[in-house]
């Protein structure tokens, strides 16, 4: 009896011990499969790196991404944009390095940010990547300090900050979206201007040393300015919308990430504050629009990237990779991570590997090559020289606006009785 006893309490601890085994064996195969899955996809013959031929340099790449959560969107967008790139041209390197990724998700949190670098440094990348604003902001520093070449995707004026050099930007910035608002204004001869916020230090830096001194060079010209924080209320986009209305601008500029922006047009439309071209919205209006309807977008102002505008038959070409690689049409913020991945790639191509941090430094600021966006090359800021273009919503498309001389006169809306539309071109021929 008592041996039996005995084995009928065995097995279940035998069972719990297999159990609590597989339990951890999946962690962390999981964990192993997850910092190592652009490895695997990537990787020569898709052979995991840790398996090849040890004679091939590899070069790792580190991502600080946000891949869940509210703004996953973003890191998912950067994620493949760079992956398509490296899948496709990572032949041209075959003989000299290979490349692996580790996909780290920051979950749009500063401090999730630093654990994830603290992590990726033991894996000495090659390369840095982080996304976005609060998350670089956290682990900037760090990796400047490590001497580790850093893509940040960052809207900042400056790609760099005052104590790094070591920044390079494959993307747009206010510095090109500033100058689109600021001649805009001008064209249109804003005298009431409401700007509306999200006050982060990059968006401070924009309006407070770009944008307002720019508009107050005219005298005449009064300024309403709202801060929010990334918390803000639907309520609070309602007071916010309330105050605008009160102010009655004849121009109002937009700042926020995508749940900010679609808040704060869902709250000012139905107080009839839009109207058309008397609103430029940030350059997150552009993803903000596949969320809203035609009819919310409606006369917005923005600046865009050219090749959004009026695309070549290479960037439709590519449109139509990636739409077939993700099942998707690609955010424009996907073309400028592809153009990432072909940085990269050029400057594996130029370098003899392996290779210095101060050398992959040098090389990258040196890249001079075509993409997808356009011509890749970097100022001394290290920021991707490139433009962007005003273009306004009109019947559910982005259409380029006309230099700035016709910019002051947007098309009037469809509604407008044909009898209306010419008494006021009428009355433009008679000035």
Not at 30 to 53: E, M, R
Not at 96 to 107: E, L, P, V
Not at 133 to 146: G, I, L, R, S, T
Not at 294 to 307: H, Q, T
């Amino acid at each position: 009896m008592i041996a039996q006893f005995k084995r009928y309490i065995s097995m279940p601890r035998k069972i719990l011990l297999s159990f609590l085994f597989a339990v951890f064996f999946a962690a962390g195969y999981g964990a192993c499969w997850y910092s190592n899955i652009g490895s695997f996809i990537l990787s020569k013959n898709n052979i995991p790196s840790d398996v090849k031929n040890k004679n091939i340099p590899e070069i790792r790449i580190a991502a600080n991404f946000p891949l869940s959560g509210d703004l996953a969107f973003y890191g998912n967008a950067f994620r493949d944009g760079i992956l398509m790139a490296t899948s496709e041209k990572g032949e041209l390197i075959k003989d000299k390095g290979t490349i692996s990724f580790d996909w780290g998700d920051n979950r749009f949190s500063p401090k999730d940010a630093i654990t994830l670098f603290q992590r990726q440094l033991l894996n000495k990348p090659t390369i840095y990547t982080s996304a976005l604003k609060p998350q670089v902001m956290a682990v900037n520093d760090a990796v400047a300090h490590e001497n580790i070449p850093h893509f940040v995707w960052i809207l900042d004026i400056h790609a760099n900050s005052a104590t790094t050099t070591n920044n390079l930007r494959s993307w747009v910035s206010f510095k090109l979206e500033s100058d689109v608002f600021i001649e805009y204004a001008r064209a249109k001869k804003a005298r009431r201007v409401a700007i509306v916020i999200l006050s982060l230090p990059s968006t401070e830096e924009q309006y407070g040393k770009v944008i307002i001194p720019a508009l107050k060079e005219n005298s005449e010209t009064t300024i309403f300015i709202e801060r929010f924080t990334p918390n803000v209320s639907p309520d609070d986009f309602r007071v916010i919308a309330a105050k605008v209305g009160a102010f009655k601008p004849d121009l109002i500029m937009l700042n926020g990430f995508i749940p900010q922006m679609v808040g704060l047009i869902r709250s000012l439309r139905p107080l009839g504050i839009i109207k058309q071209g008397n609103t430029l919205a940030a350059l997150d209006m552009l993803d903000a629009a596949n969320v809203i309807s035609p009819e919310e977008a409606e006369g917005i102002v923005v600046a865009a990237p050219p090749f959004i505008l009026k695309p070549t038959e290479d960037q439709k070409a590519w449109s139509e990779r990636f739409n077939k690689l993700y099942g998707r049409q690609p955010p424009y913020h996907s073309a400028f991570a592809y153009d990432m991945g072909l940085t990269l790639i050029d400057t594996a191509s130029r370098l003899n590997l392996p290779a210095s941090s101060q050398d992959w430094q040098a090389a990258l600021k040196a890249t001079d090559t075509k993409g997808i966006t356009g011509p890749i090359k970097f100022d001394q800021d290290g920021s991707l020289v490139t433009t962007l273009k005003p273009a306004i919503y009109q019947n559910g498309k982005l259409v380029e606006l006309s230099p700035t001389a016709s910019a002051i006169e947007v098309k009037p809306k469809v509604e407008l009785s044909p009898k209306t539309i010419t008494t006021i071109k009428n009355k433009k021929h008679a000035k």
